[in-house]
């Protein structure tokens, strides 16, 4: 699977802990792991652009089929031979070799993204022993798809996350979700995903309320804190520093507004899409809210929960599908 377990002394671990910088907000973390978790990401991106002639796609879709099904989109073509067409004119765009450069200009190696990846995977093995730890790969296809996250393989569109500075940028996606894709993203929007997937995040499907919506983000960003301690909370969930701020400083009036429009038992999904879907601010609260306000308040109240109850581990909490005894029991009450 492209990893090794190998054991981690305490001094490694205090190490790792004291570098992270003043300025970060670090969580909880154990005292000491017993395993780290060793990756070696493997590129496939320069191969991917120089995919220009027919034999060299026939060889990548033997070699390579899940990147070829999910990142170049294999089965959205009528049969094989129009794809390899397709990929052959796409990579003998005059410029591919620019954004290839580009790429080896942001990502020179892999060392930085390896280290993130380890350090969160250490604490996933420390919280789950018994989980696979994945394959992970870099591609680029021409901005298709950004990330793929499943059990055993994690795959990363560079291209997508070449920064703000990047001659090369998505086409046709708004600049408010264009601000998170930058390389600092991506082992928090991985985590994320692990922390929504529902190997980990148990929920009720007979509860469709916006709280059970809200307490699932919740546990979600919970989880993703655990595996990242030292990551700003705003980076976790895709905020810049003046929403995070305003929204701290705001979160009485903010929760003054769900309670006031009694938000918290609504099932509408046109309502579950102003508070938790992507948008560019919650404009029903204020014009400067930050978007998806509700799984910012399902965190909050999910660190009270667990503020309040130190008994419960990580894995009772994910596994726990009653989102109205969470809040209950939260006793939420922002000041």
Not at 152 to 172: A, C, N
Not at 207 to 213: A, G, Q, T, Y
Not at 222 to 228: A, D, Q, V, W
Not at 264 to 289: A, G, M, N, Q
Request: glycine share 4%; proline share 5%.
């Amino acid at each position: 699977m492209g990893y090794i377990i190998r054991a981690l002394s305490l001094l490694v671990v205090l190490l790792q802990l004291i570098s992270c910088s003043s300025e970060e907000e670090c969580g909880y973390q154990p005292e000491e792991l017993e395993f780290s978790v060793e990756l070696n990401i493997q590129r496939l991106e320069n191969e991917m652009l120089e995919l220009k002639t027919r034999e060299k796609v026939s060889r990548f879709m033997e070699k390579e089929p899940l990147i070829t099904k999910y990142f170049l989109l294999r089965d959205e073509y009528p049969n094989d031979s129009i794809f390899i067409t397709e990929m052959v004119r796409r990579f003998n765009n005059p410029h591919i070799d620019t954004l290839k450069m580009e790429i080896n200009r942001i990502f020179p190696d892999m060392s930085k993204l390896e280290r993130e990846f380890e350090e969160a995977f250490s604490l996933l093995n420390h919280y789950y022993p018994e989980v696979t730890i994945p394959q992970i790969k870099t591609v680029a296809t021409g901005f298709d798809y950004d990330l793929f996250v499943s059990d055993t393989l994690i795959v990363v569109g560079l291209d997508y996350y070449l920064g703000e500075d990047s001659k090369y940028r998505p086409m046709q996606t708004y600049n408010y979700i264009l601000q998170r894709y930058k390389p600092k993203y991506i082992v928090p929007s991985v985590m994320l995903l692990y922390g929504i997937s529902s190997d980990f995040n148990d929920t009720n499907k007979e509860d469709i309320s916006v709280l059970s919506d809200m307490i699932s983000y919740g546990k979600s960003f919970y989880f993703s804190k655990r595996m990242l301690p030292c990551t700003p909370d705003s980076i976790l969930i895709w905020y810049s520093d003046v929403e995070m701020n305003g929204a701290r400083e705001n979160e009485k009036i903010i929760w003054s507004h769900f309670l006031r429009e009694n938000l918290l038992w609504e099932s509408s999904h046109l309502v579950k899409k102003k508070y938790l879907d992507e948008r560019p601010k919650t404009f029903e609260i204020s014009p400067d809210c930050p978007p998806r306000i509700g799984t910012w308040l399902g965190w909050q109240i999910v660190k009270e929960y667990m503020k309040s109850h130190p008994e419960v581990t990580l894995q009772e909490l994910m596994s726990n599908q009653d989102a109205k005894r969470i809040f209950d029991e939260s006793e939420y009450r922002p000041g």
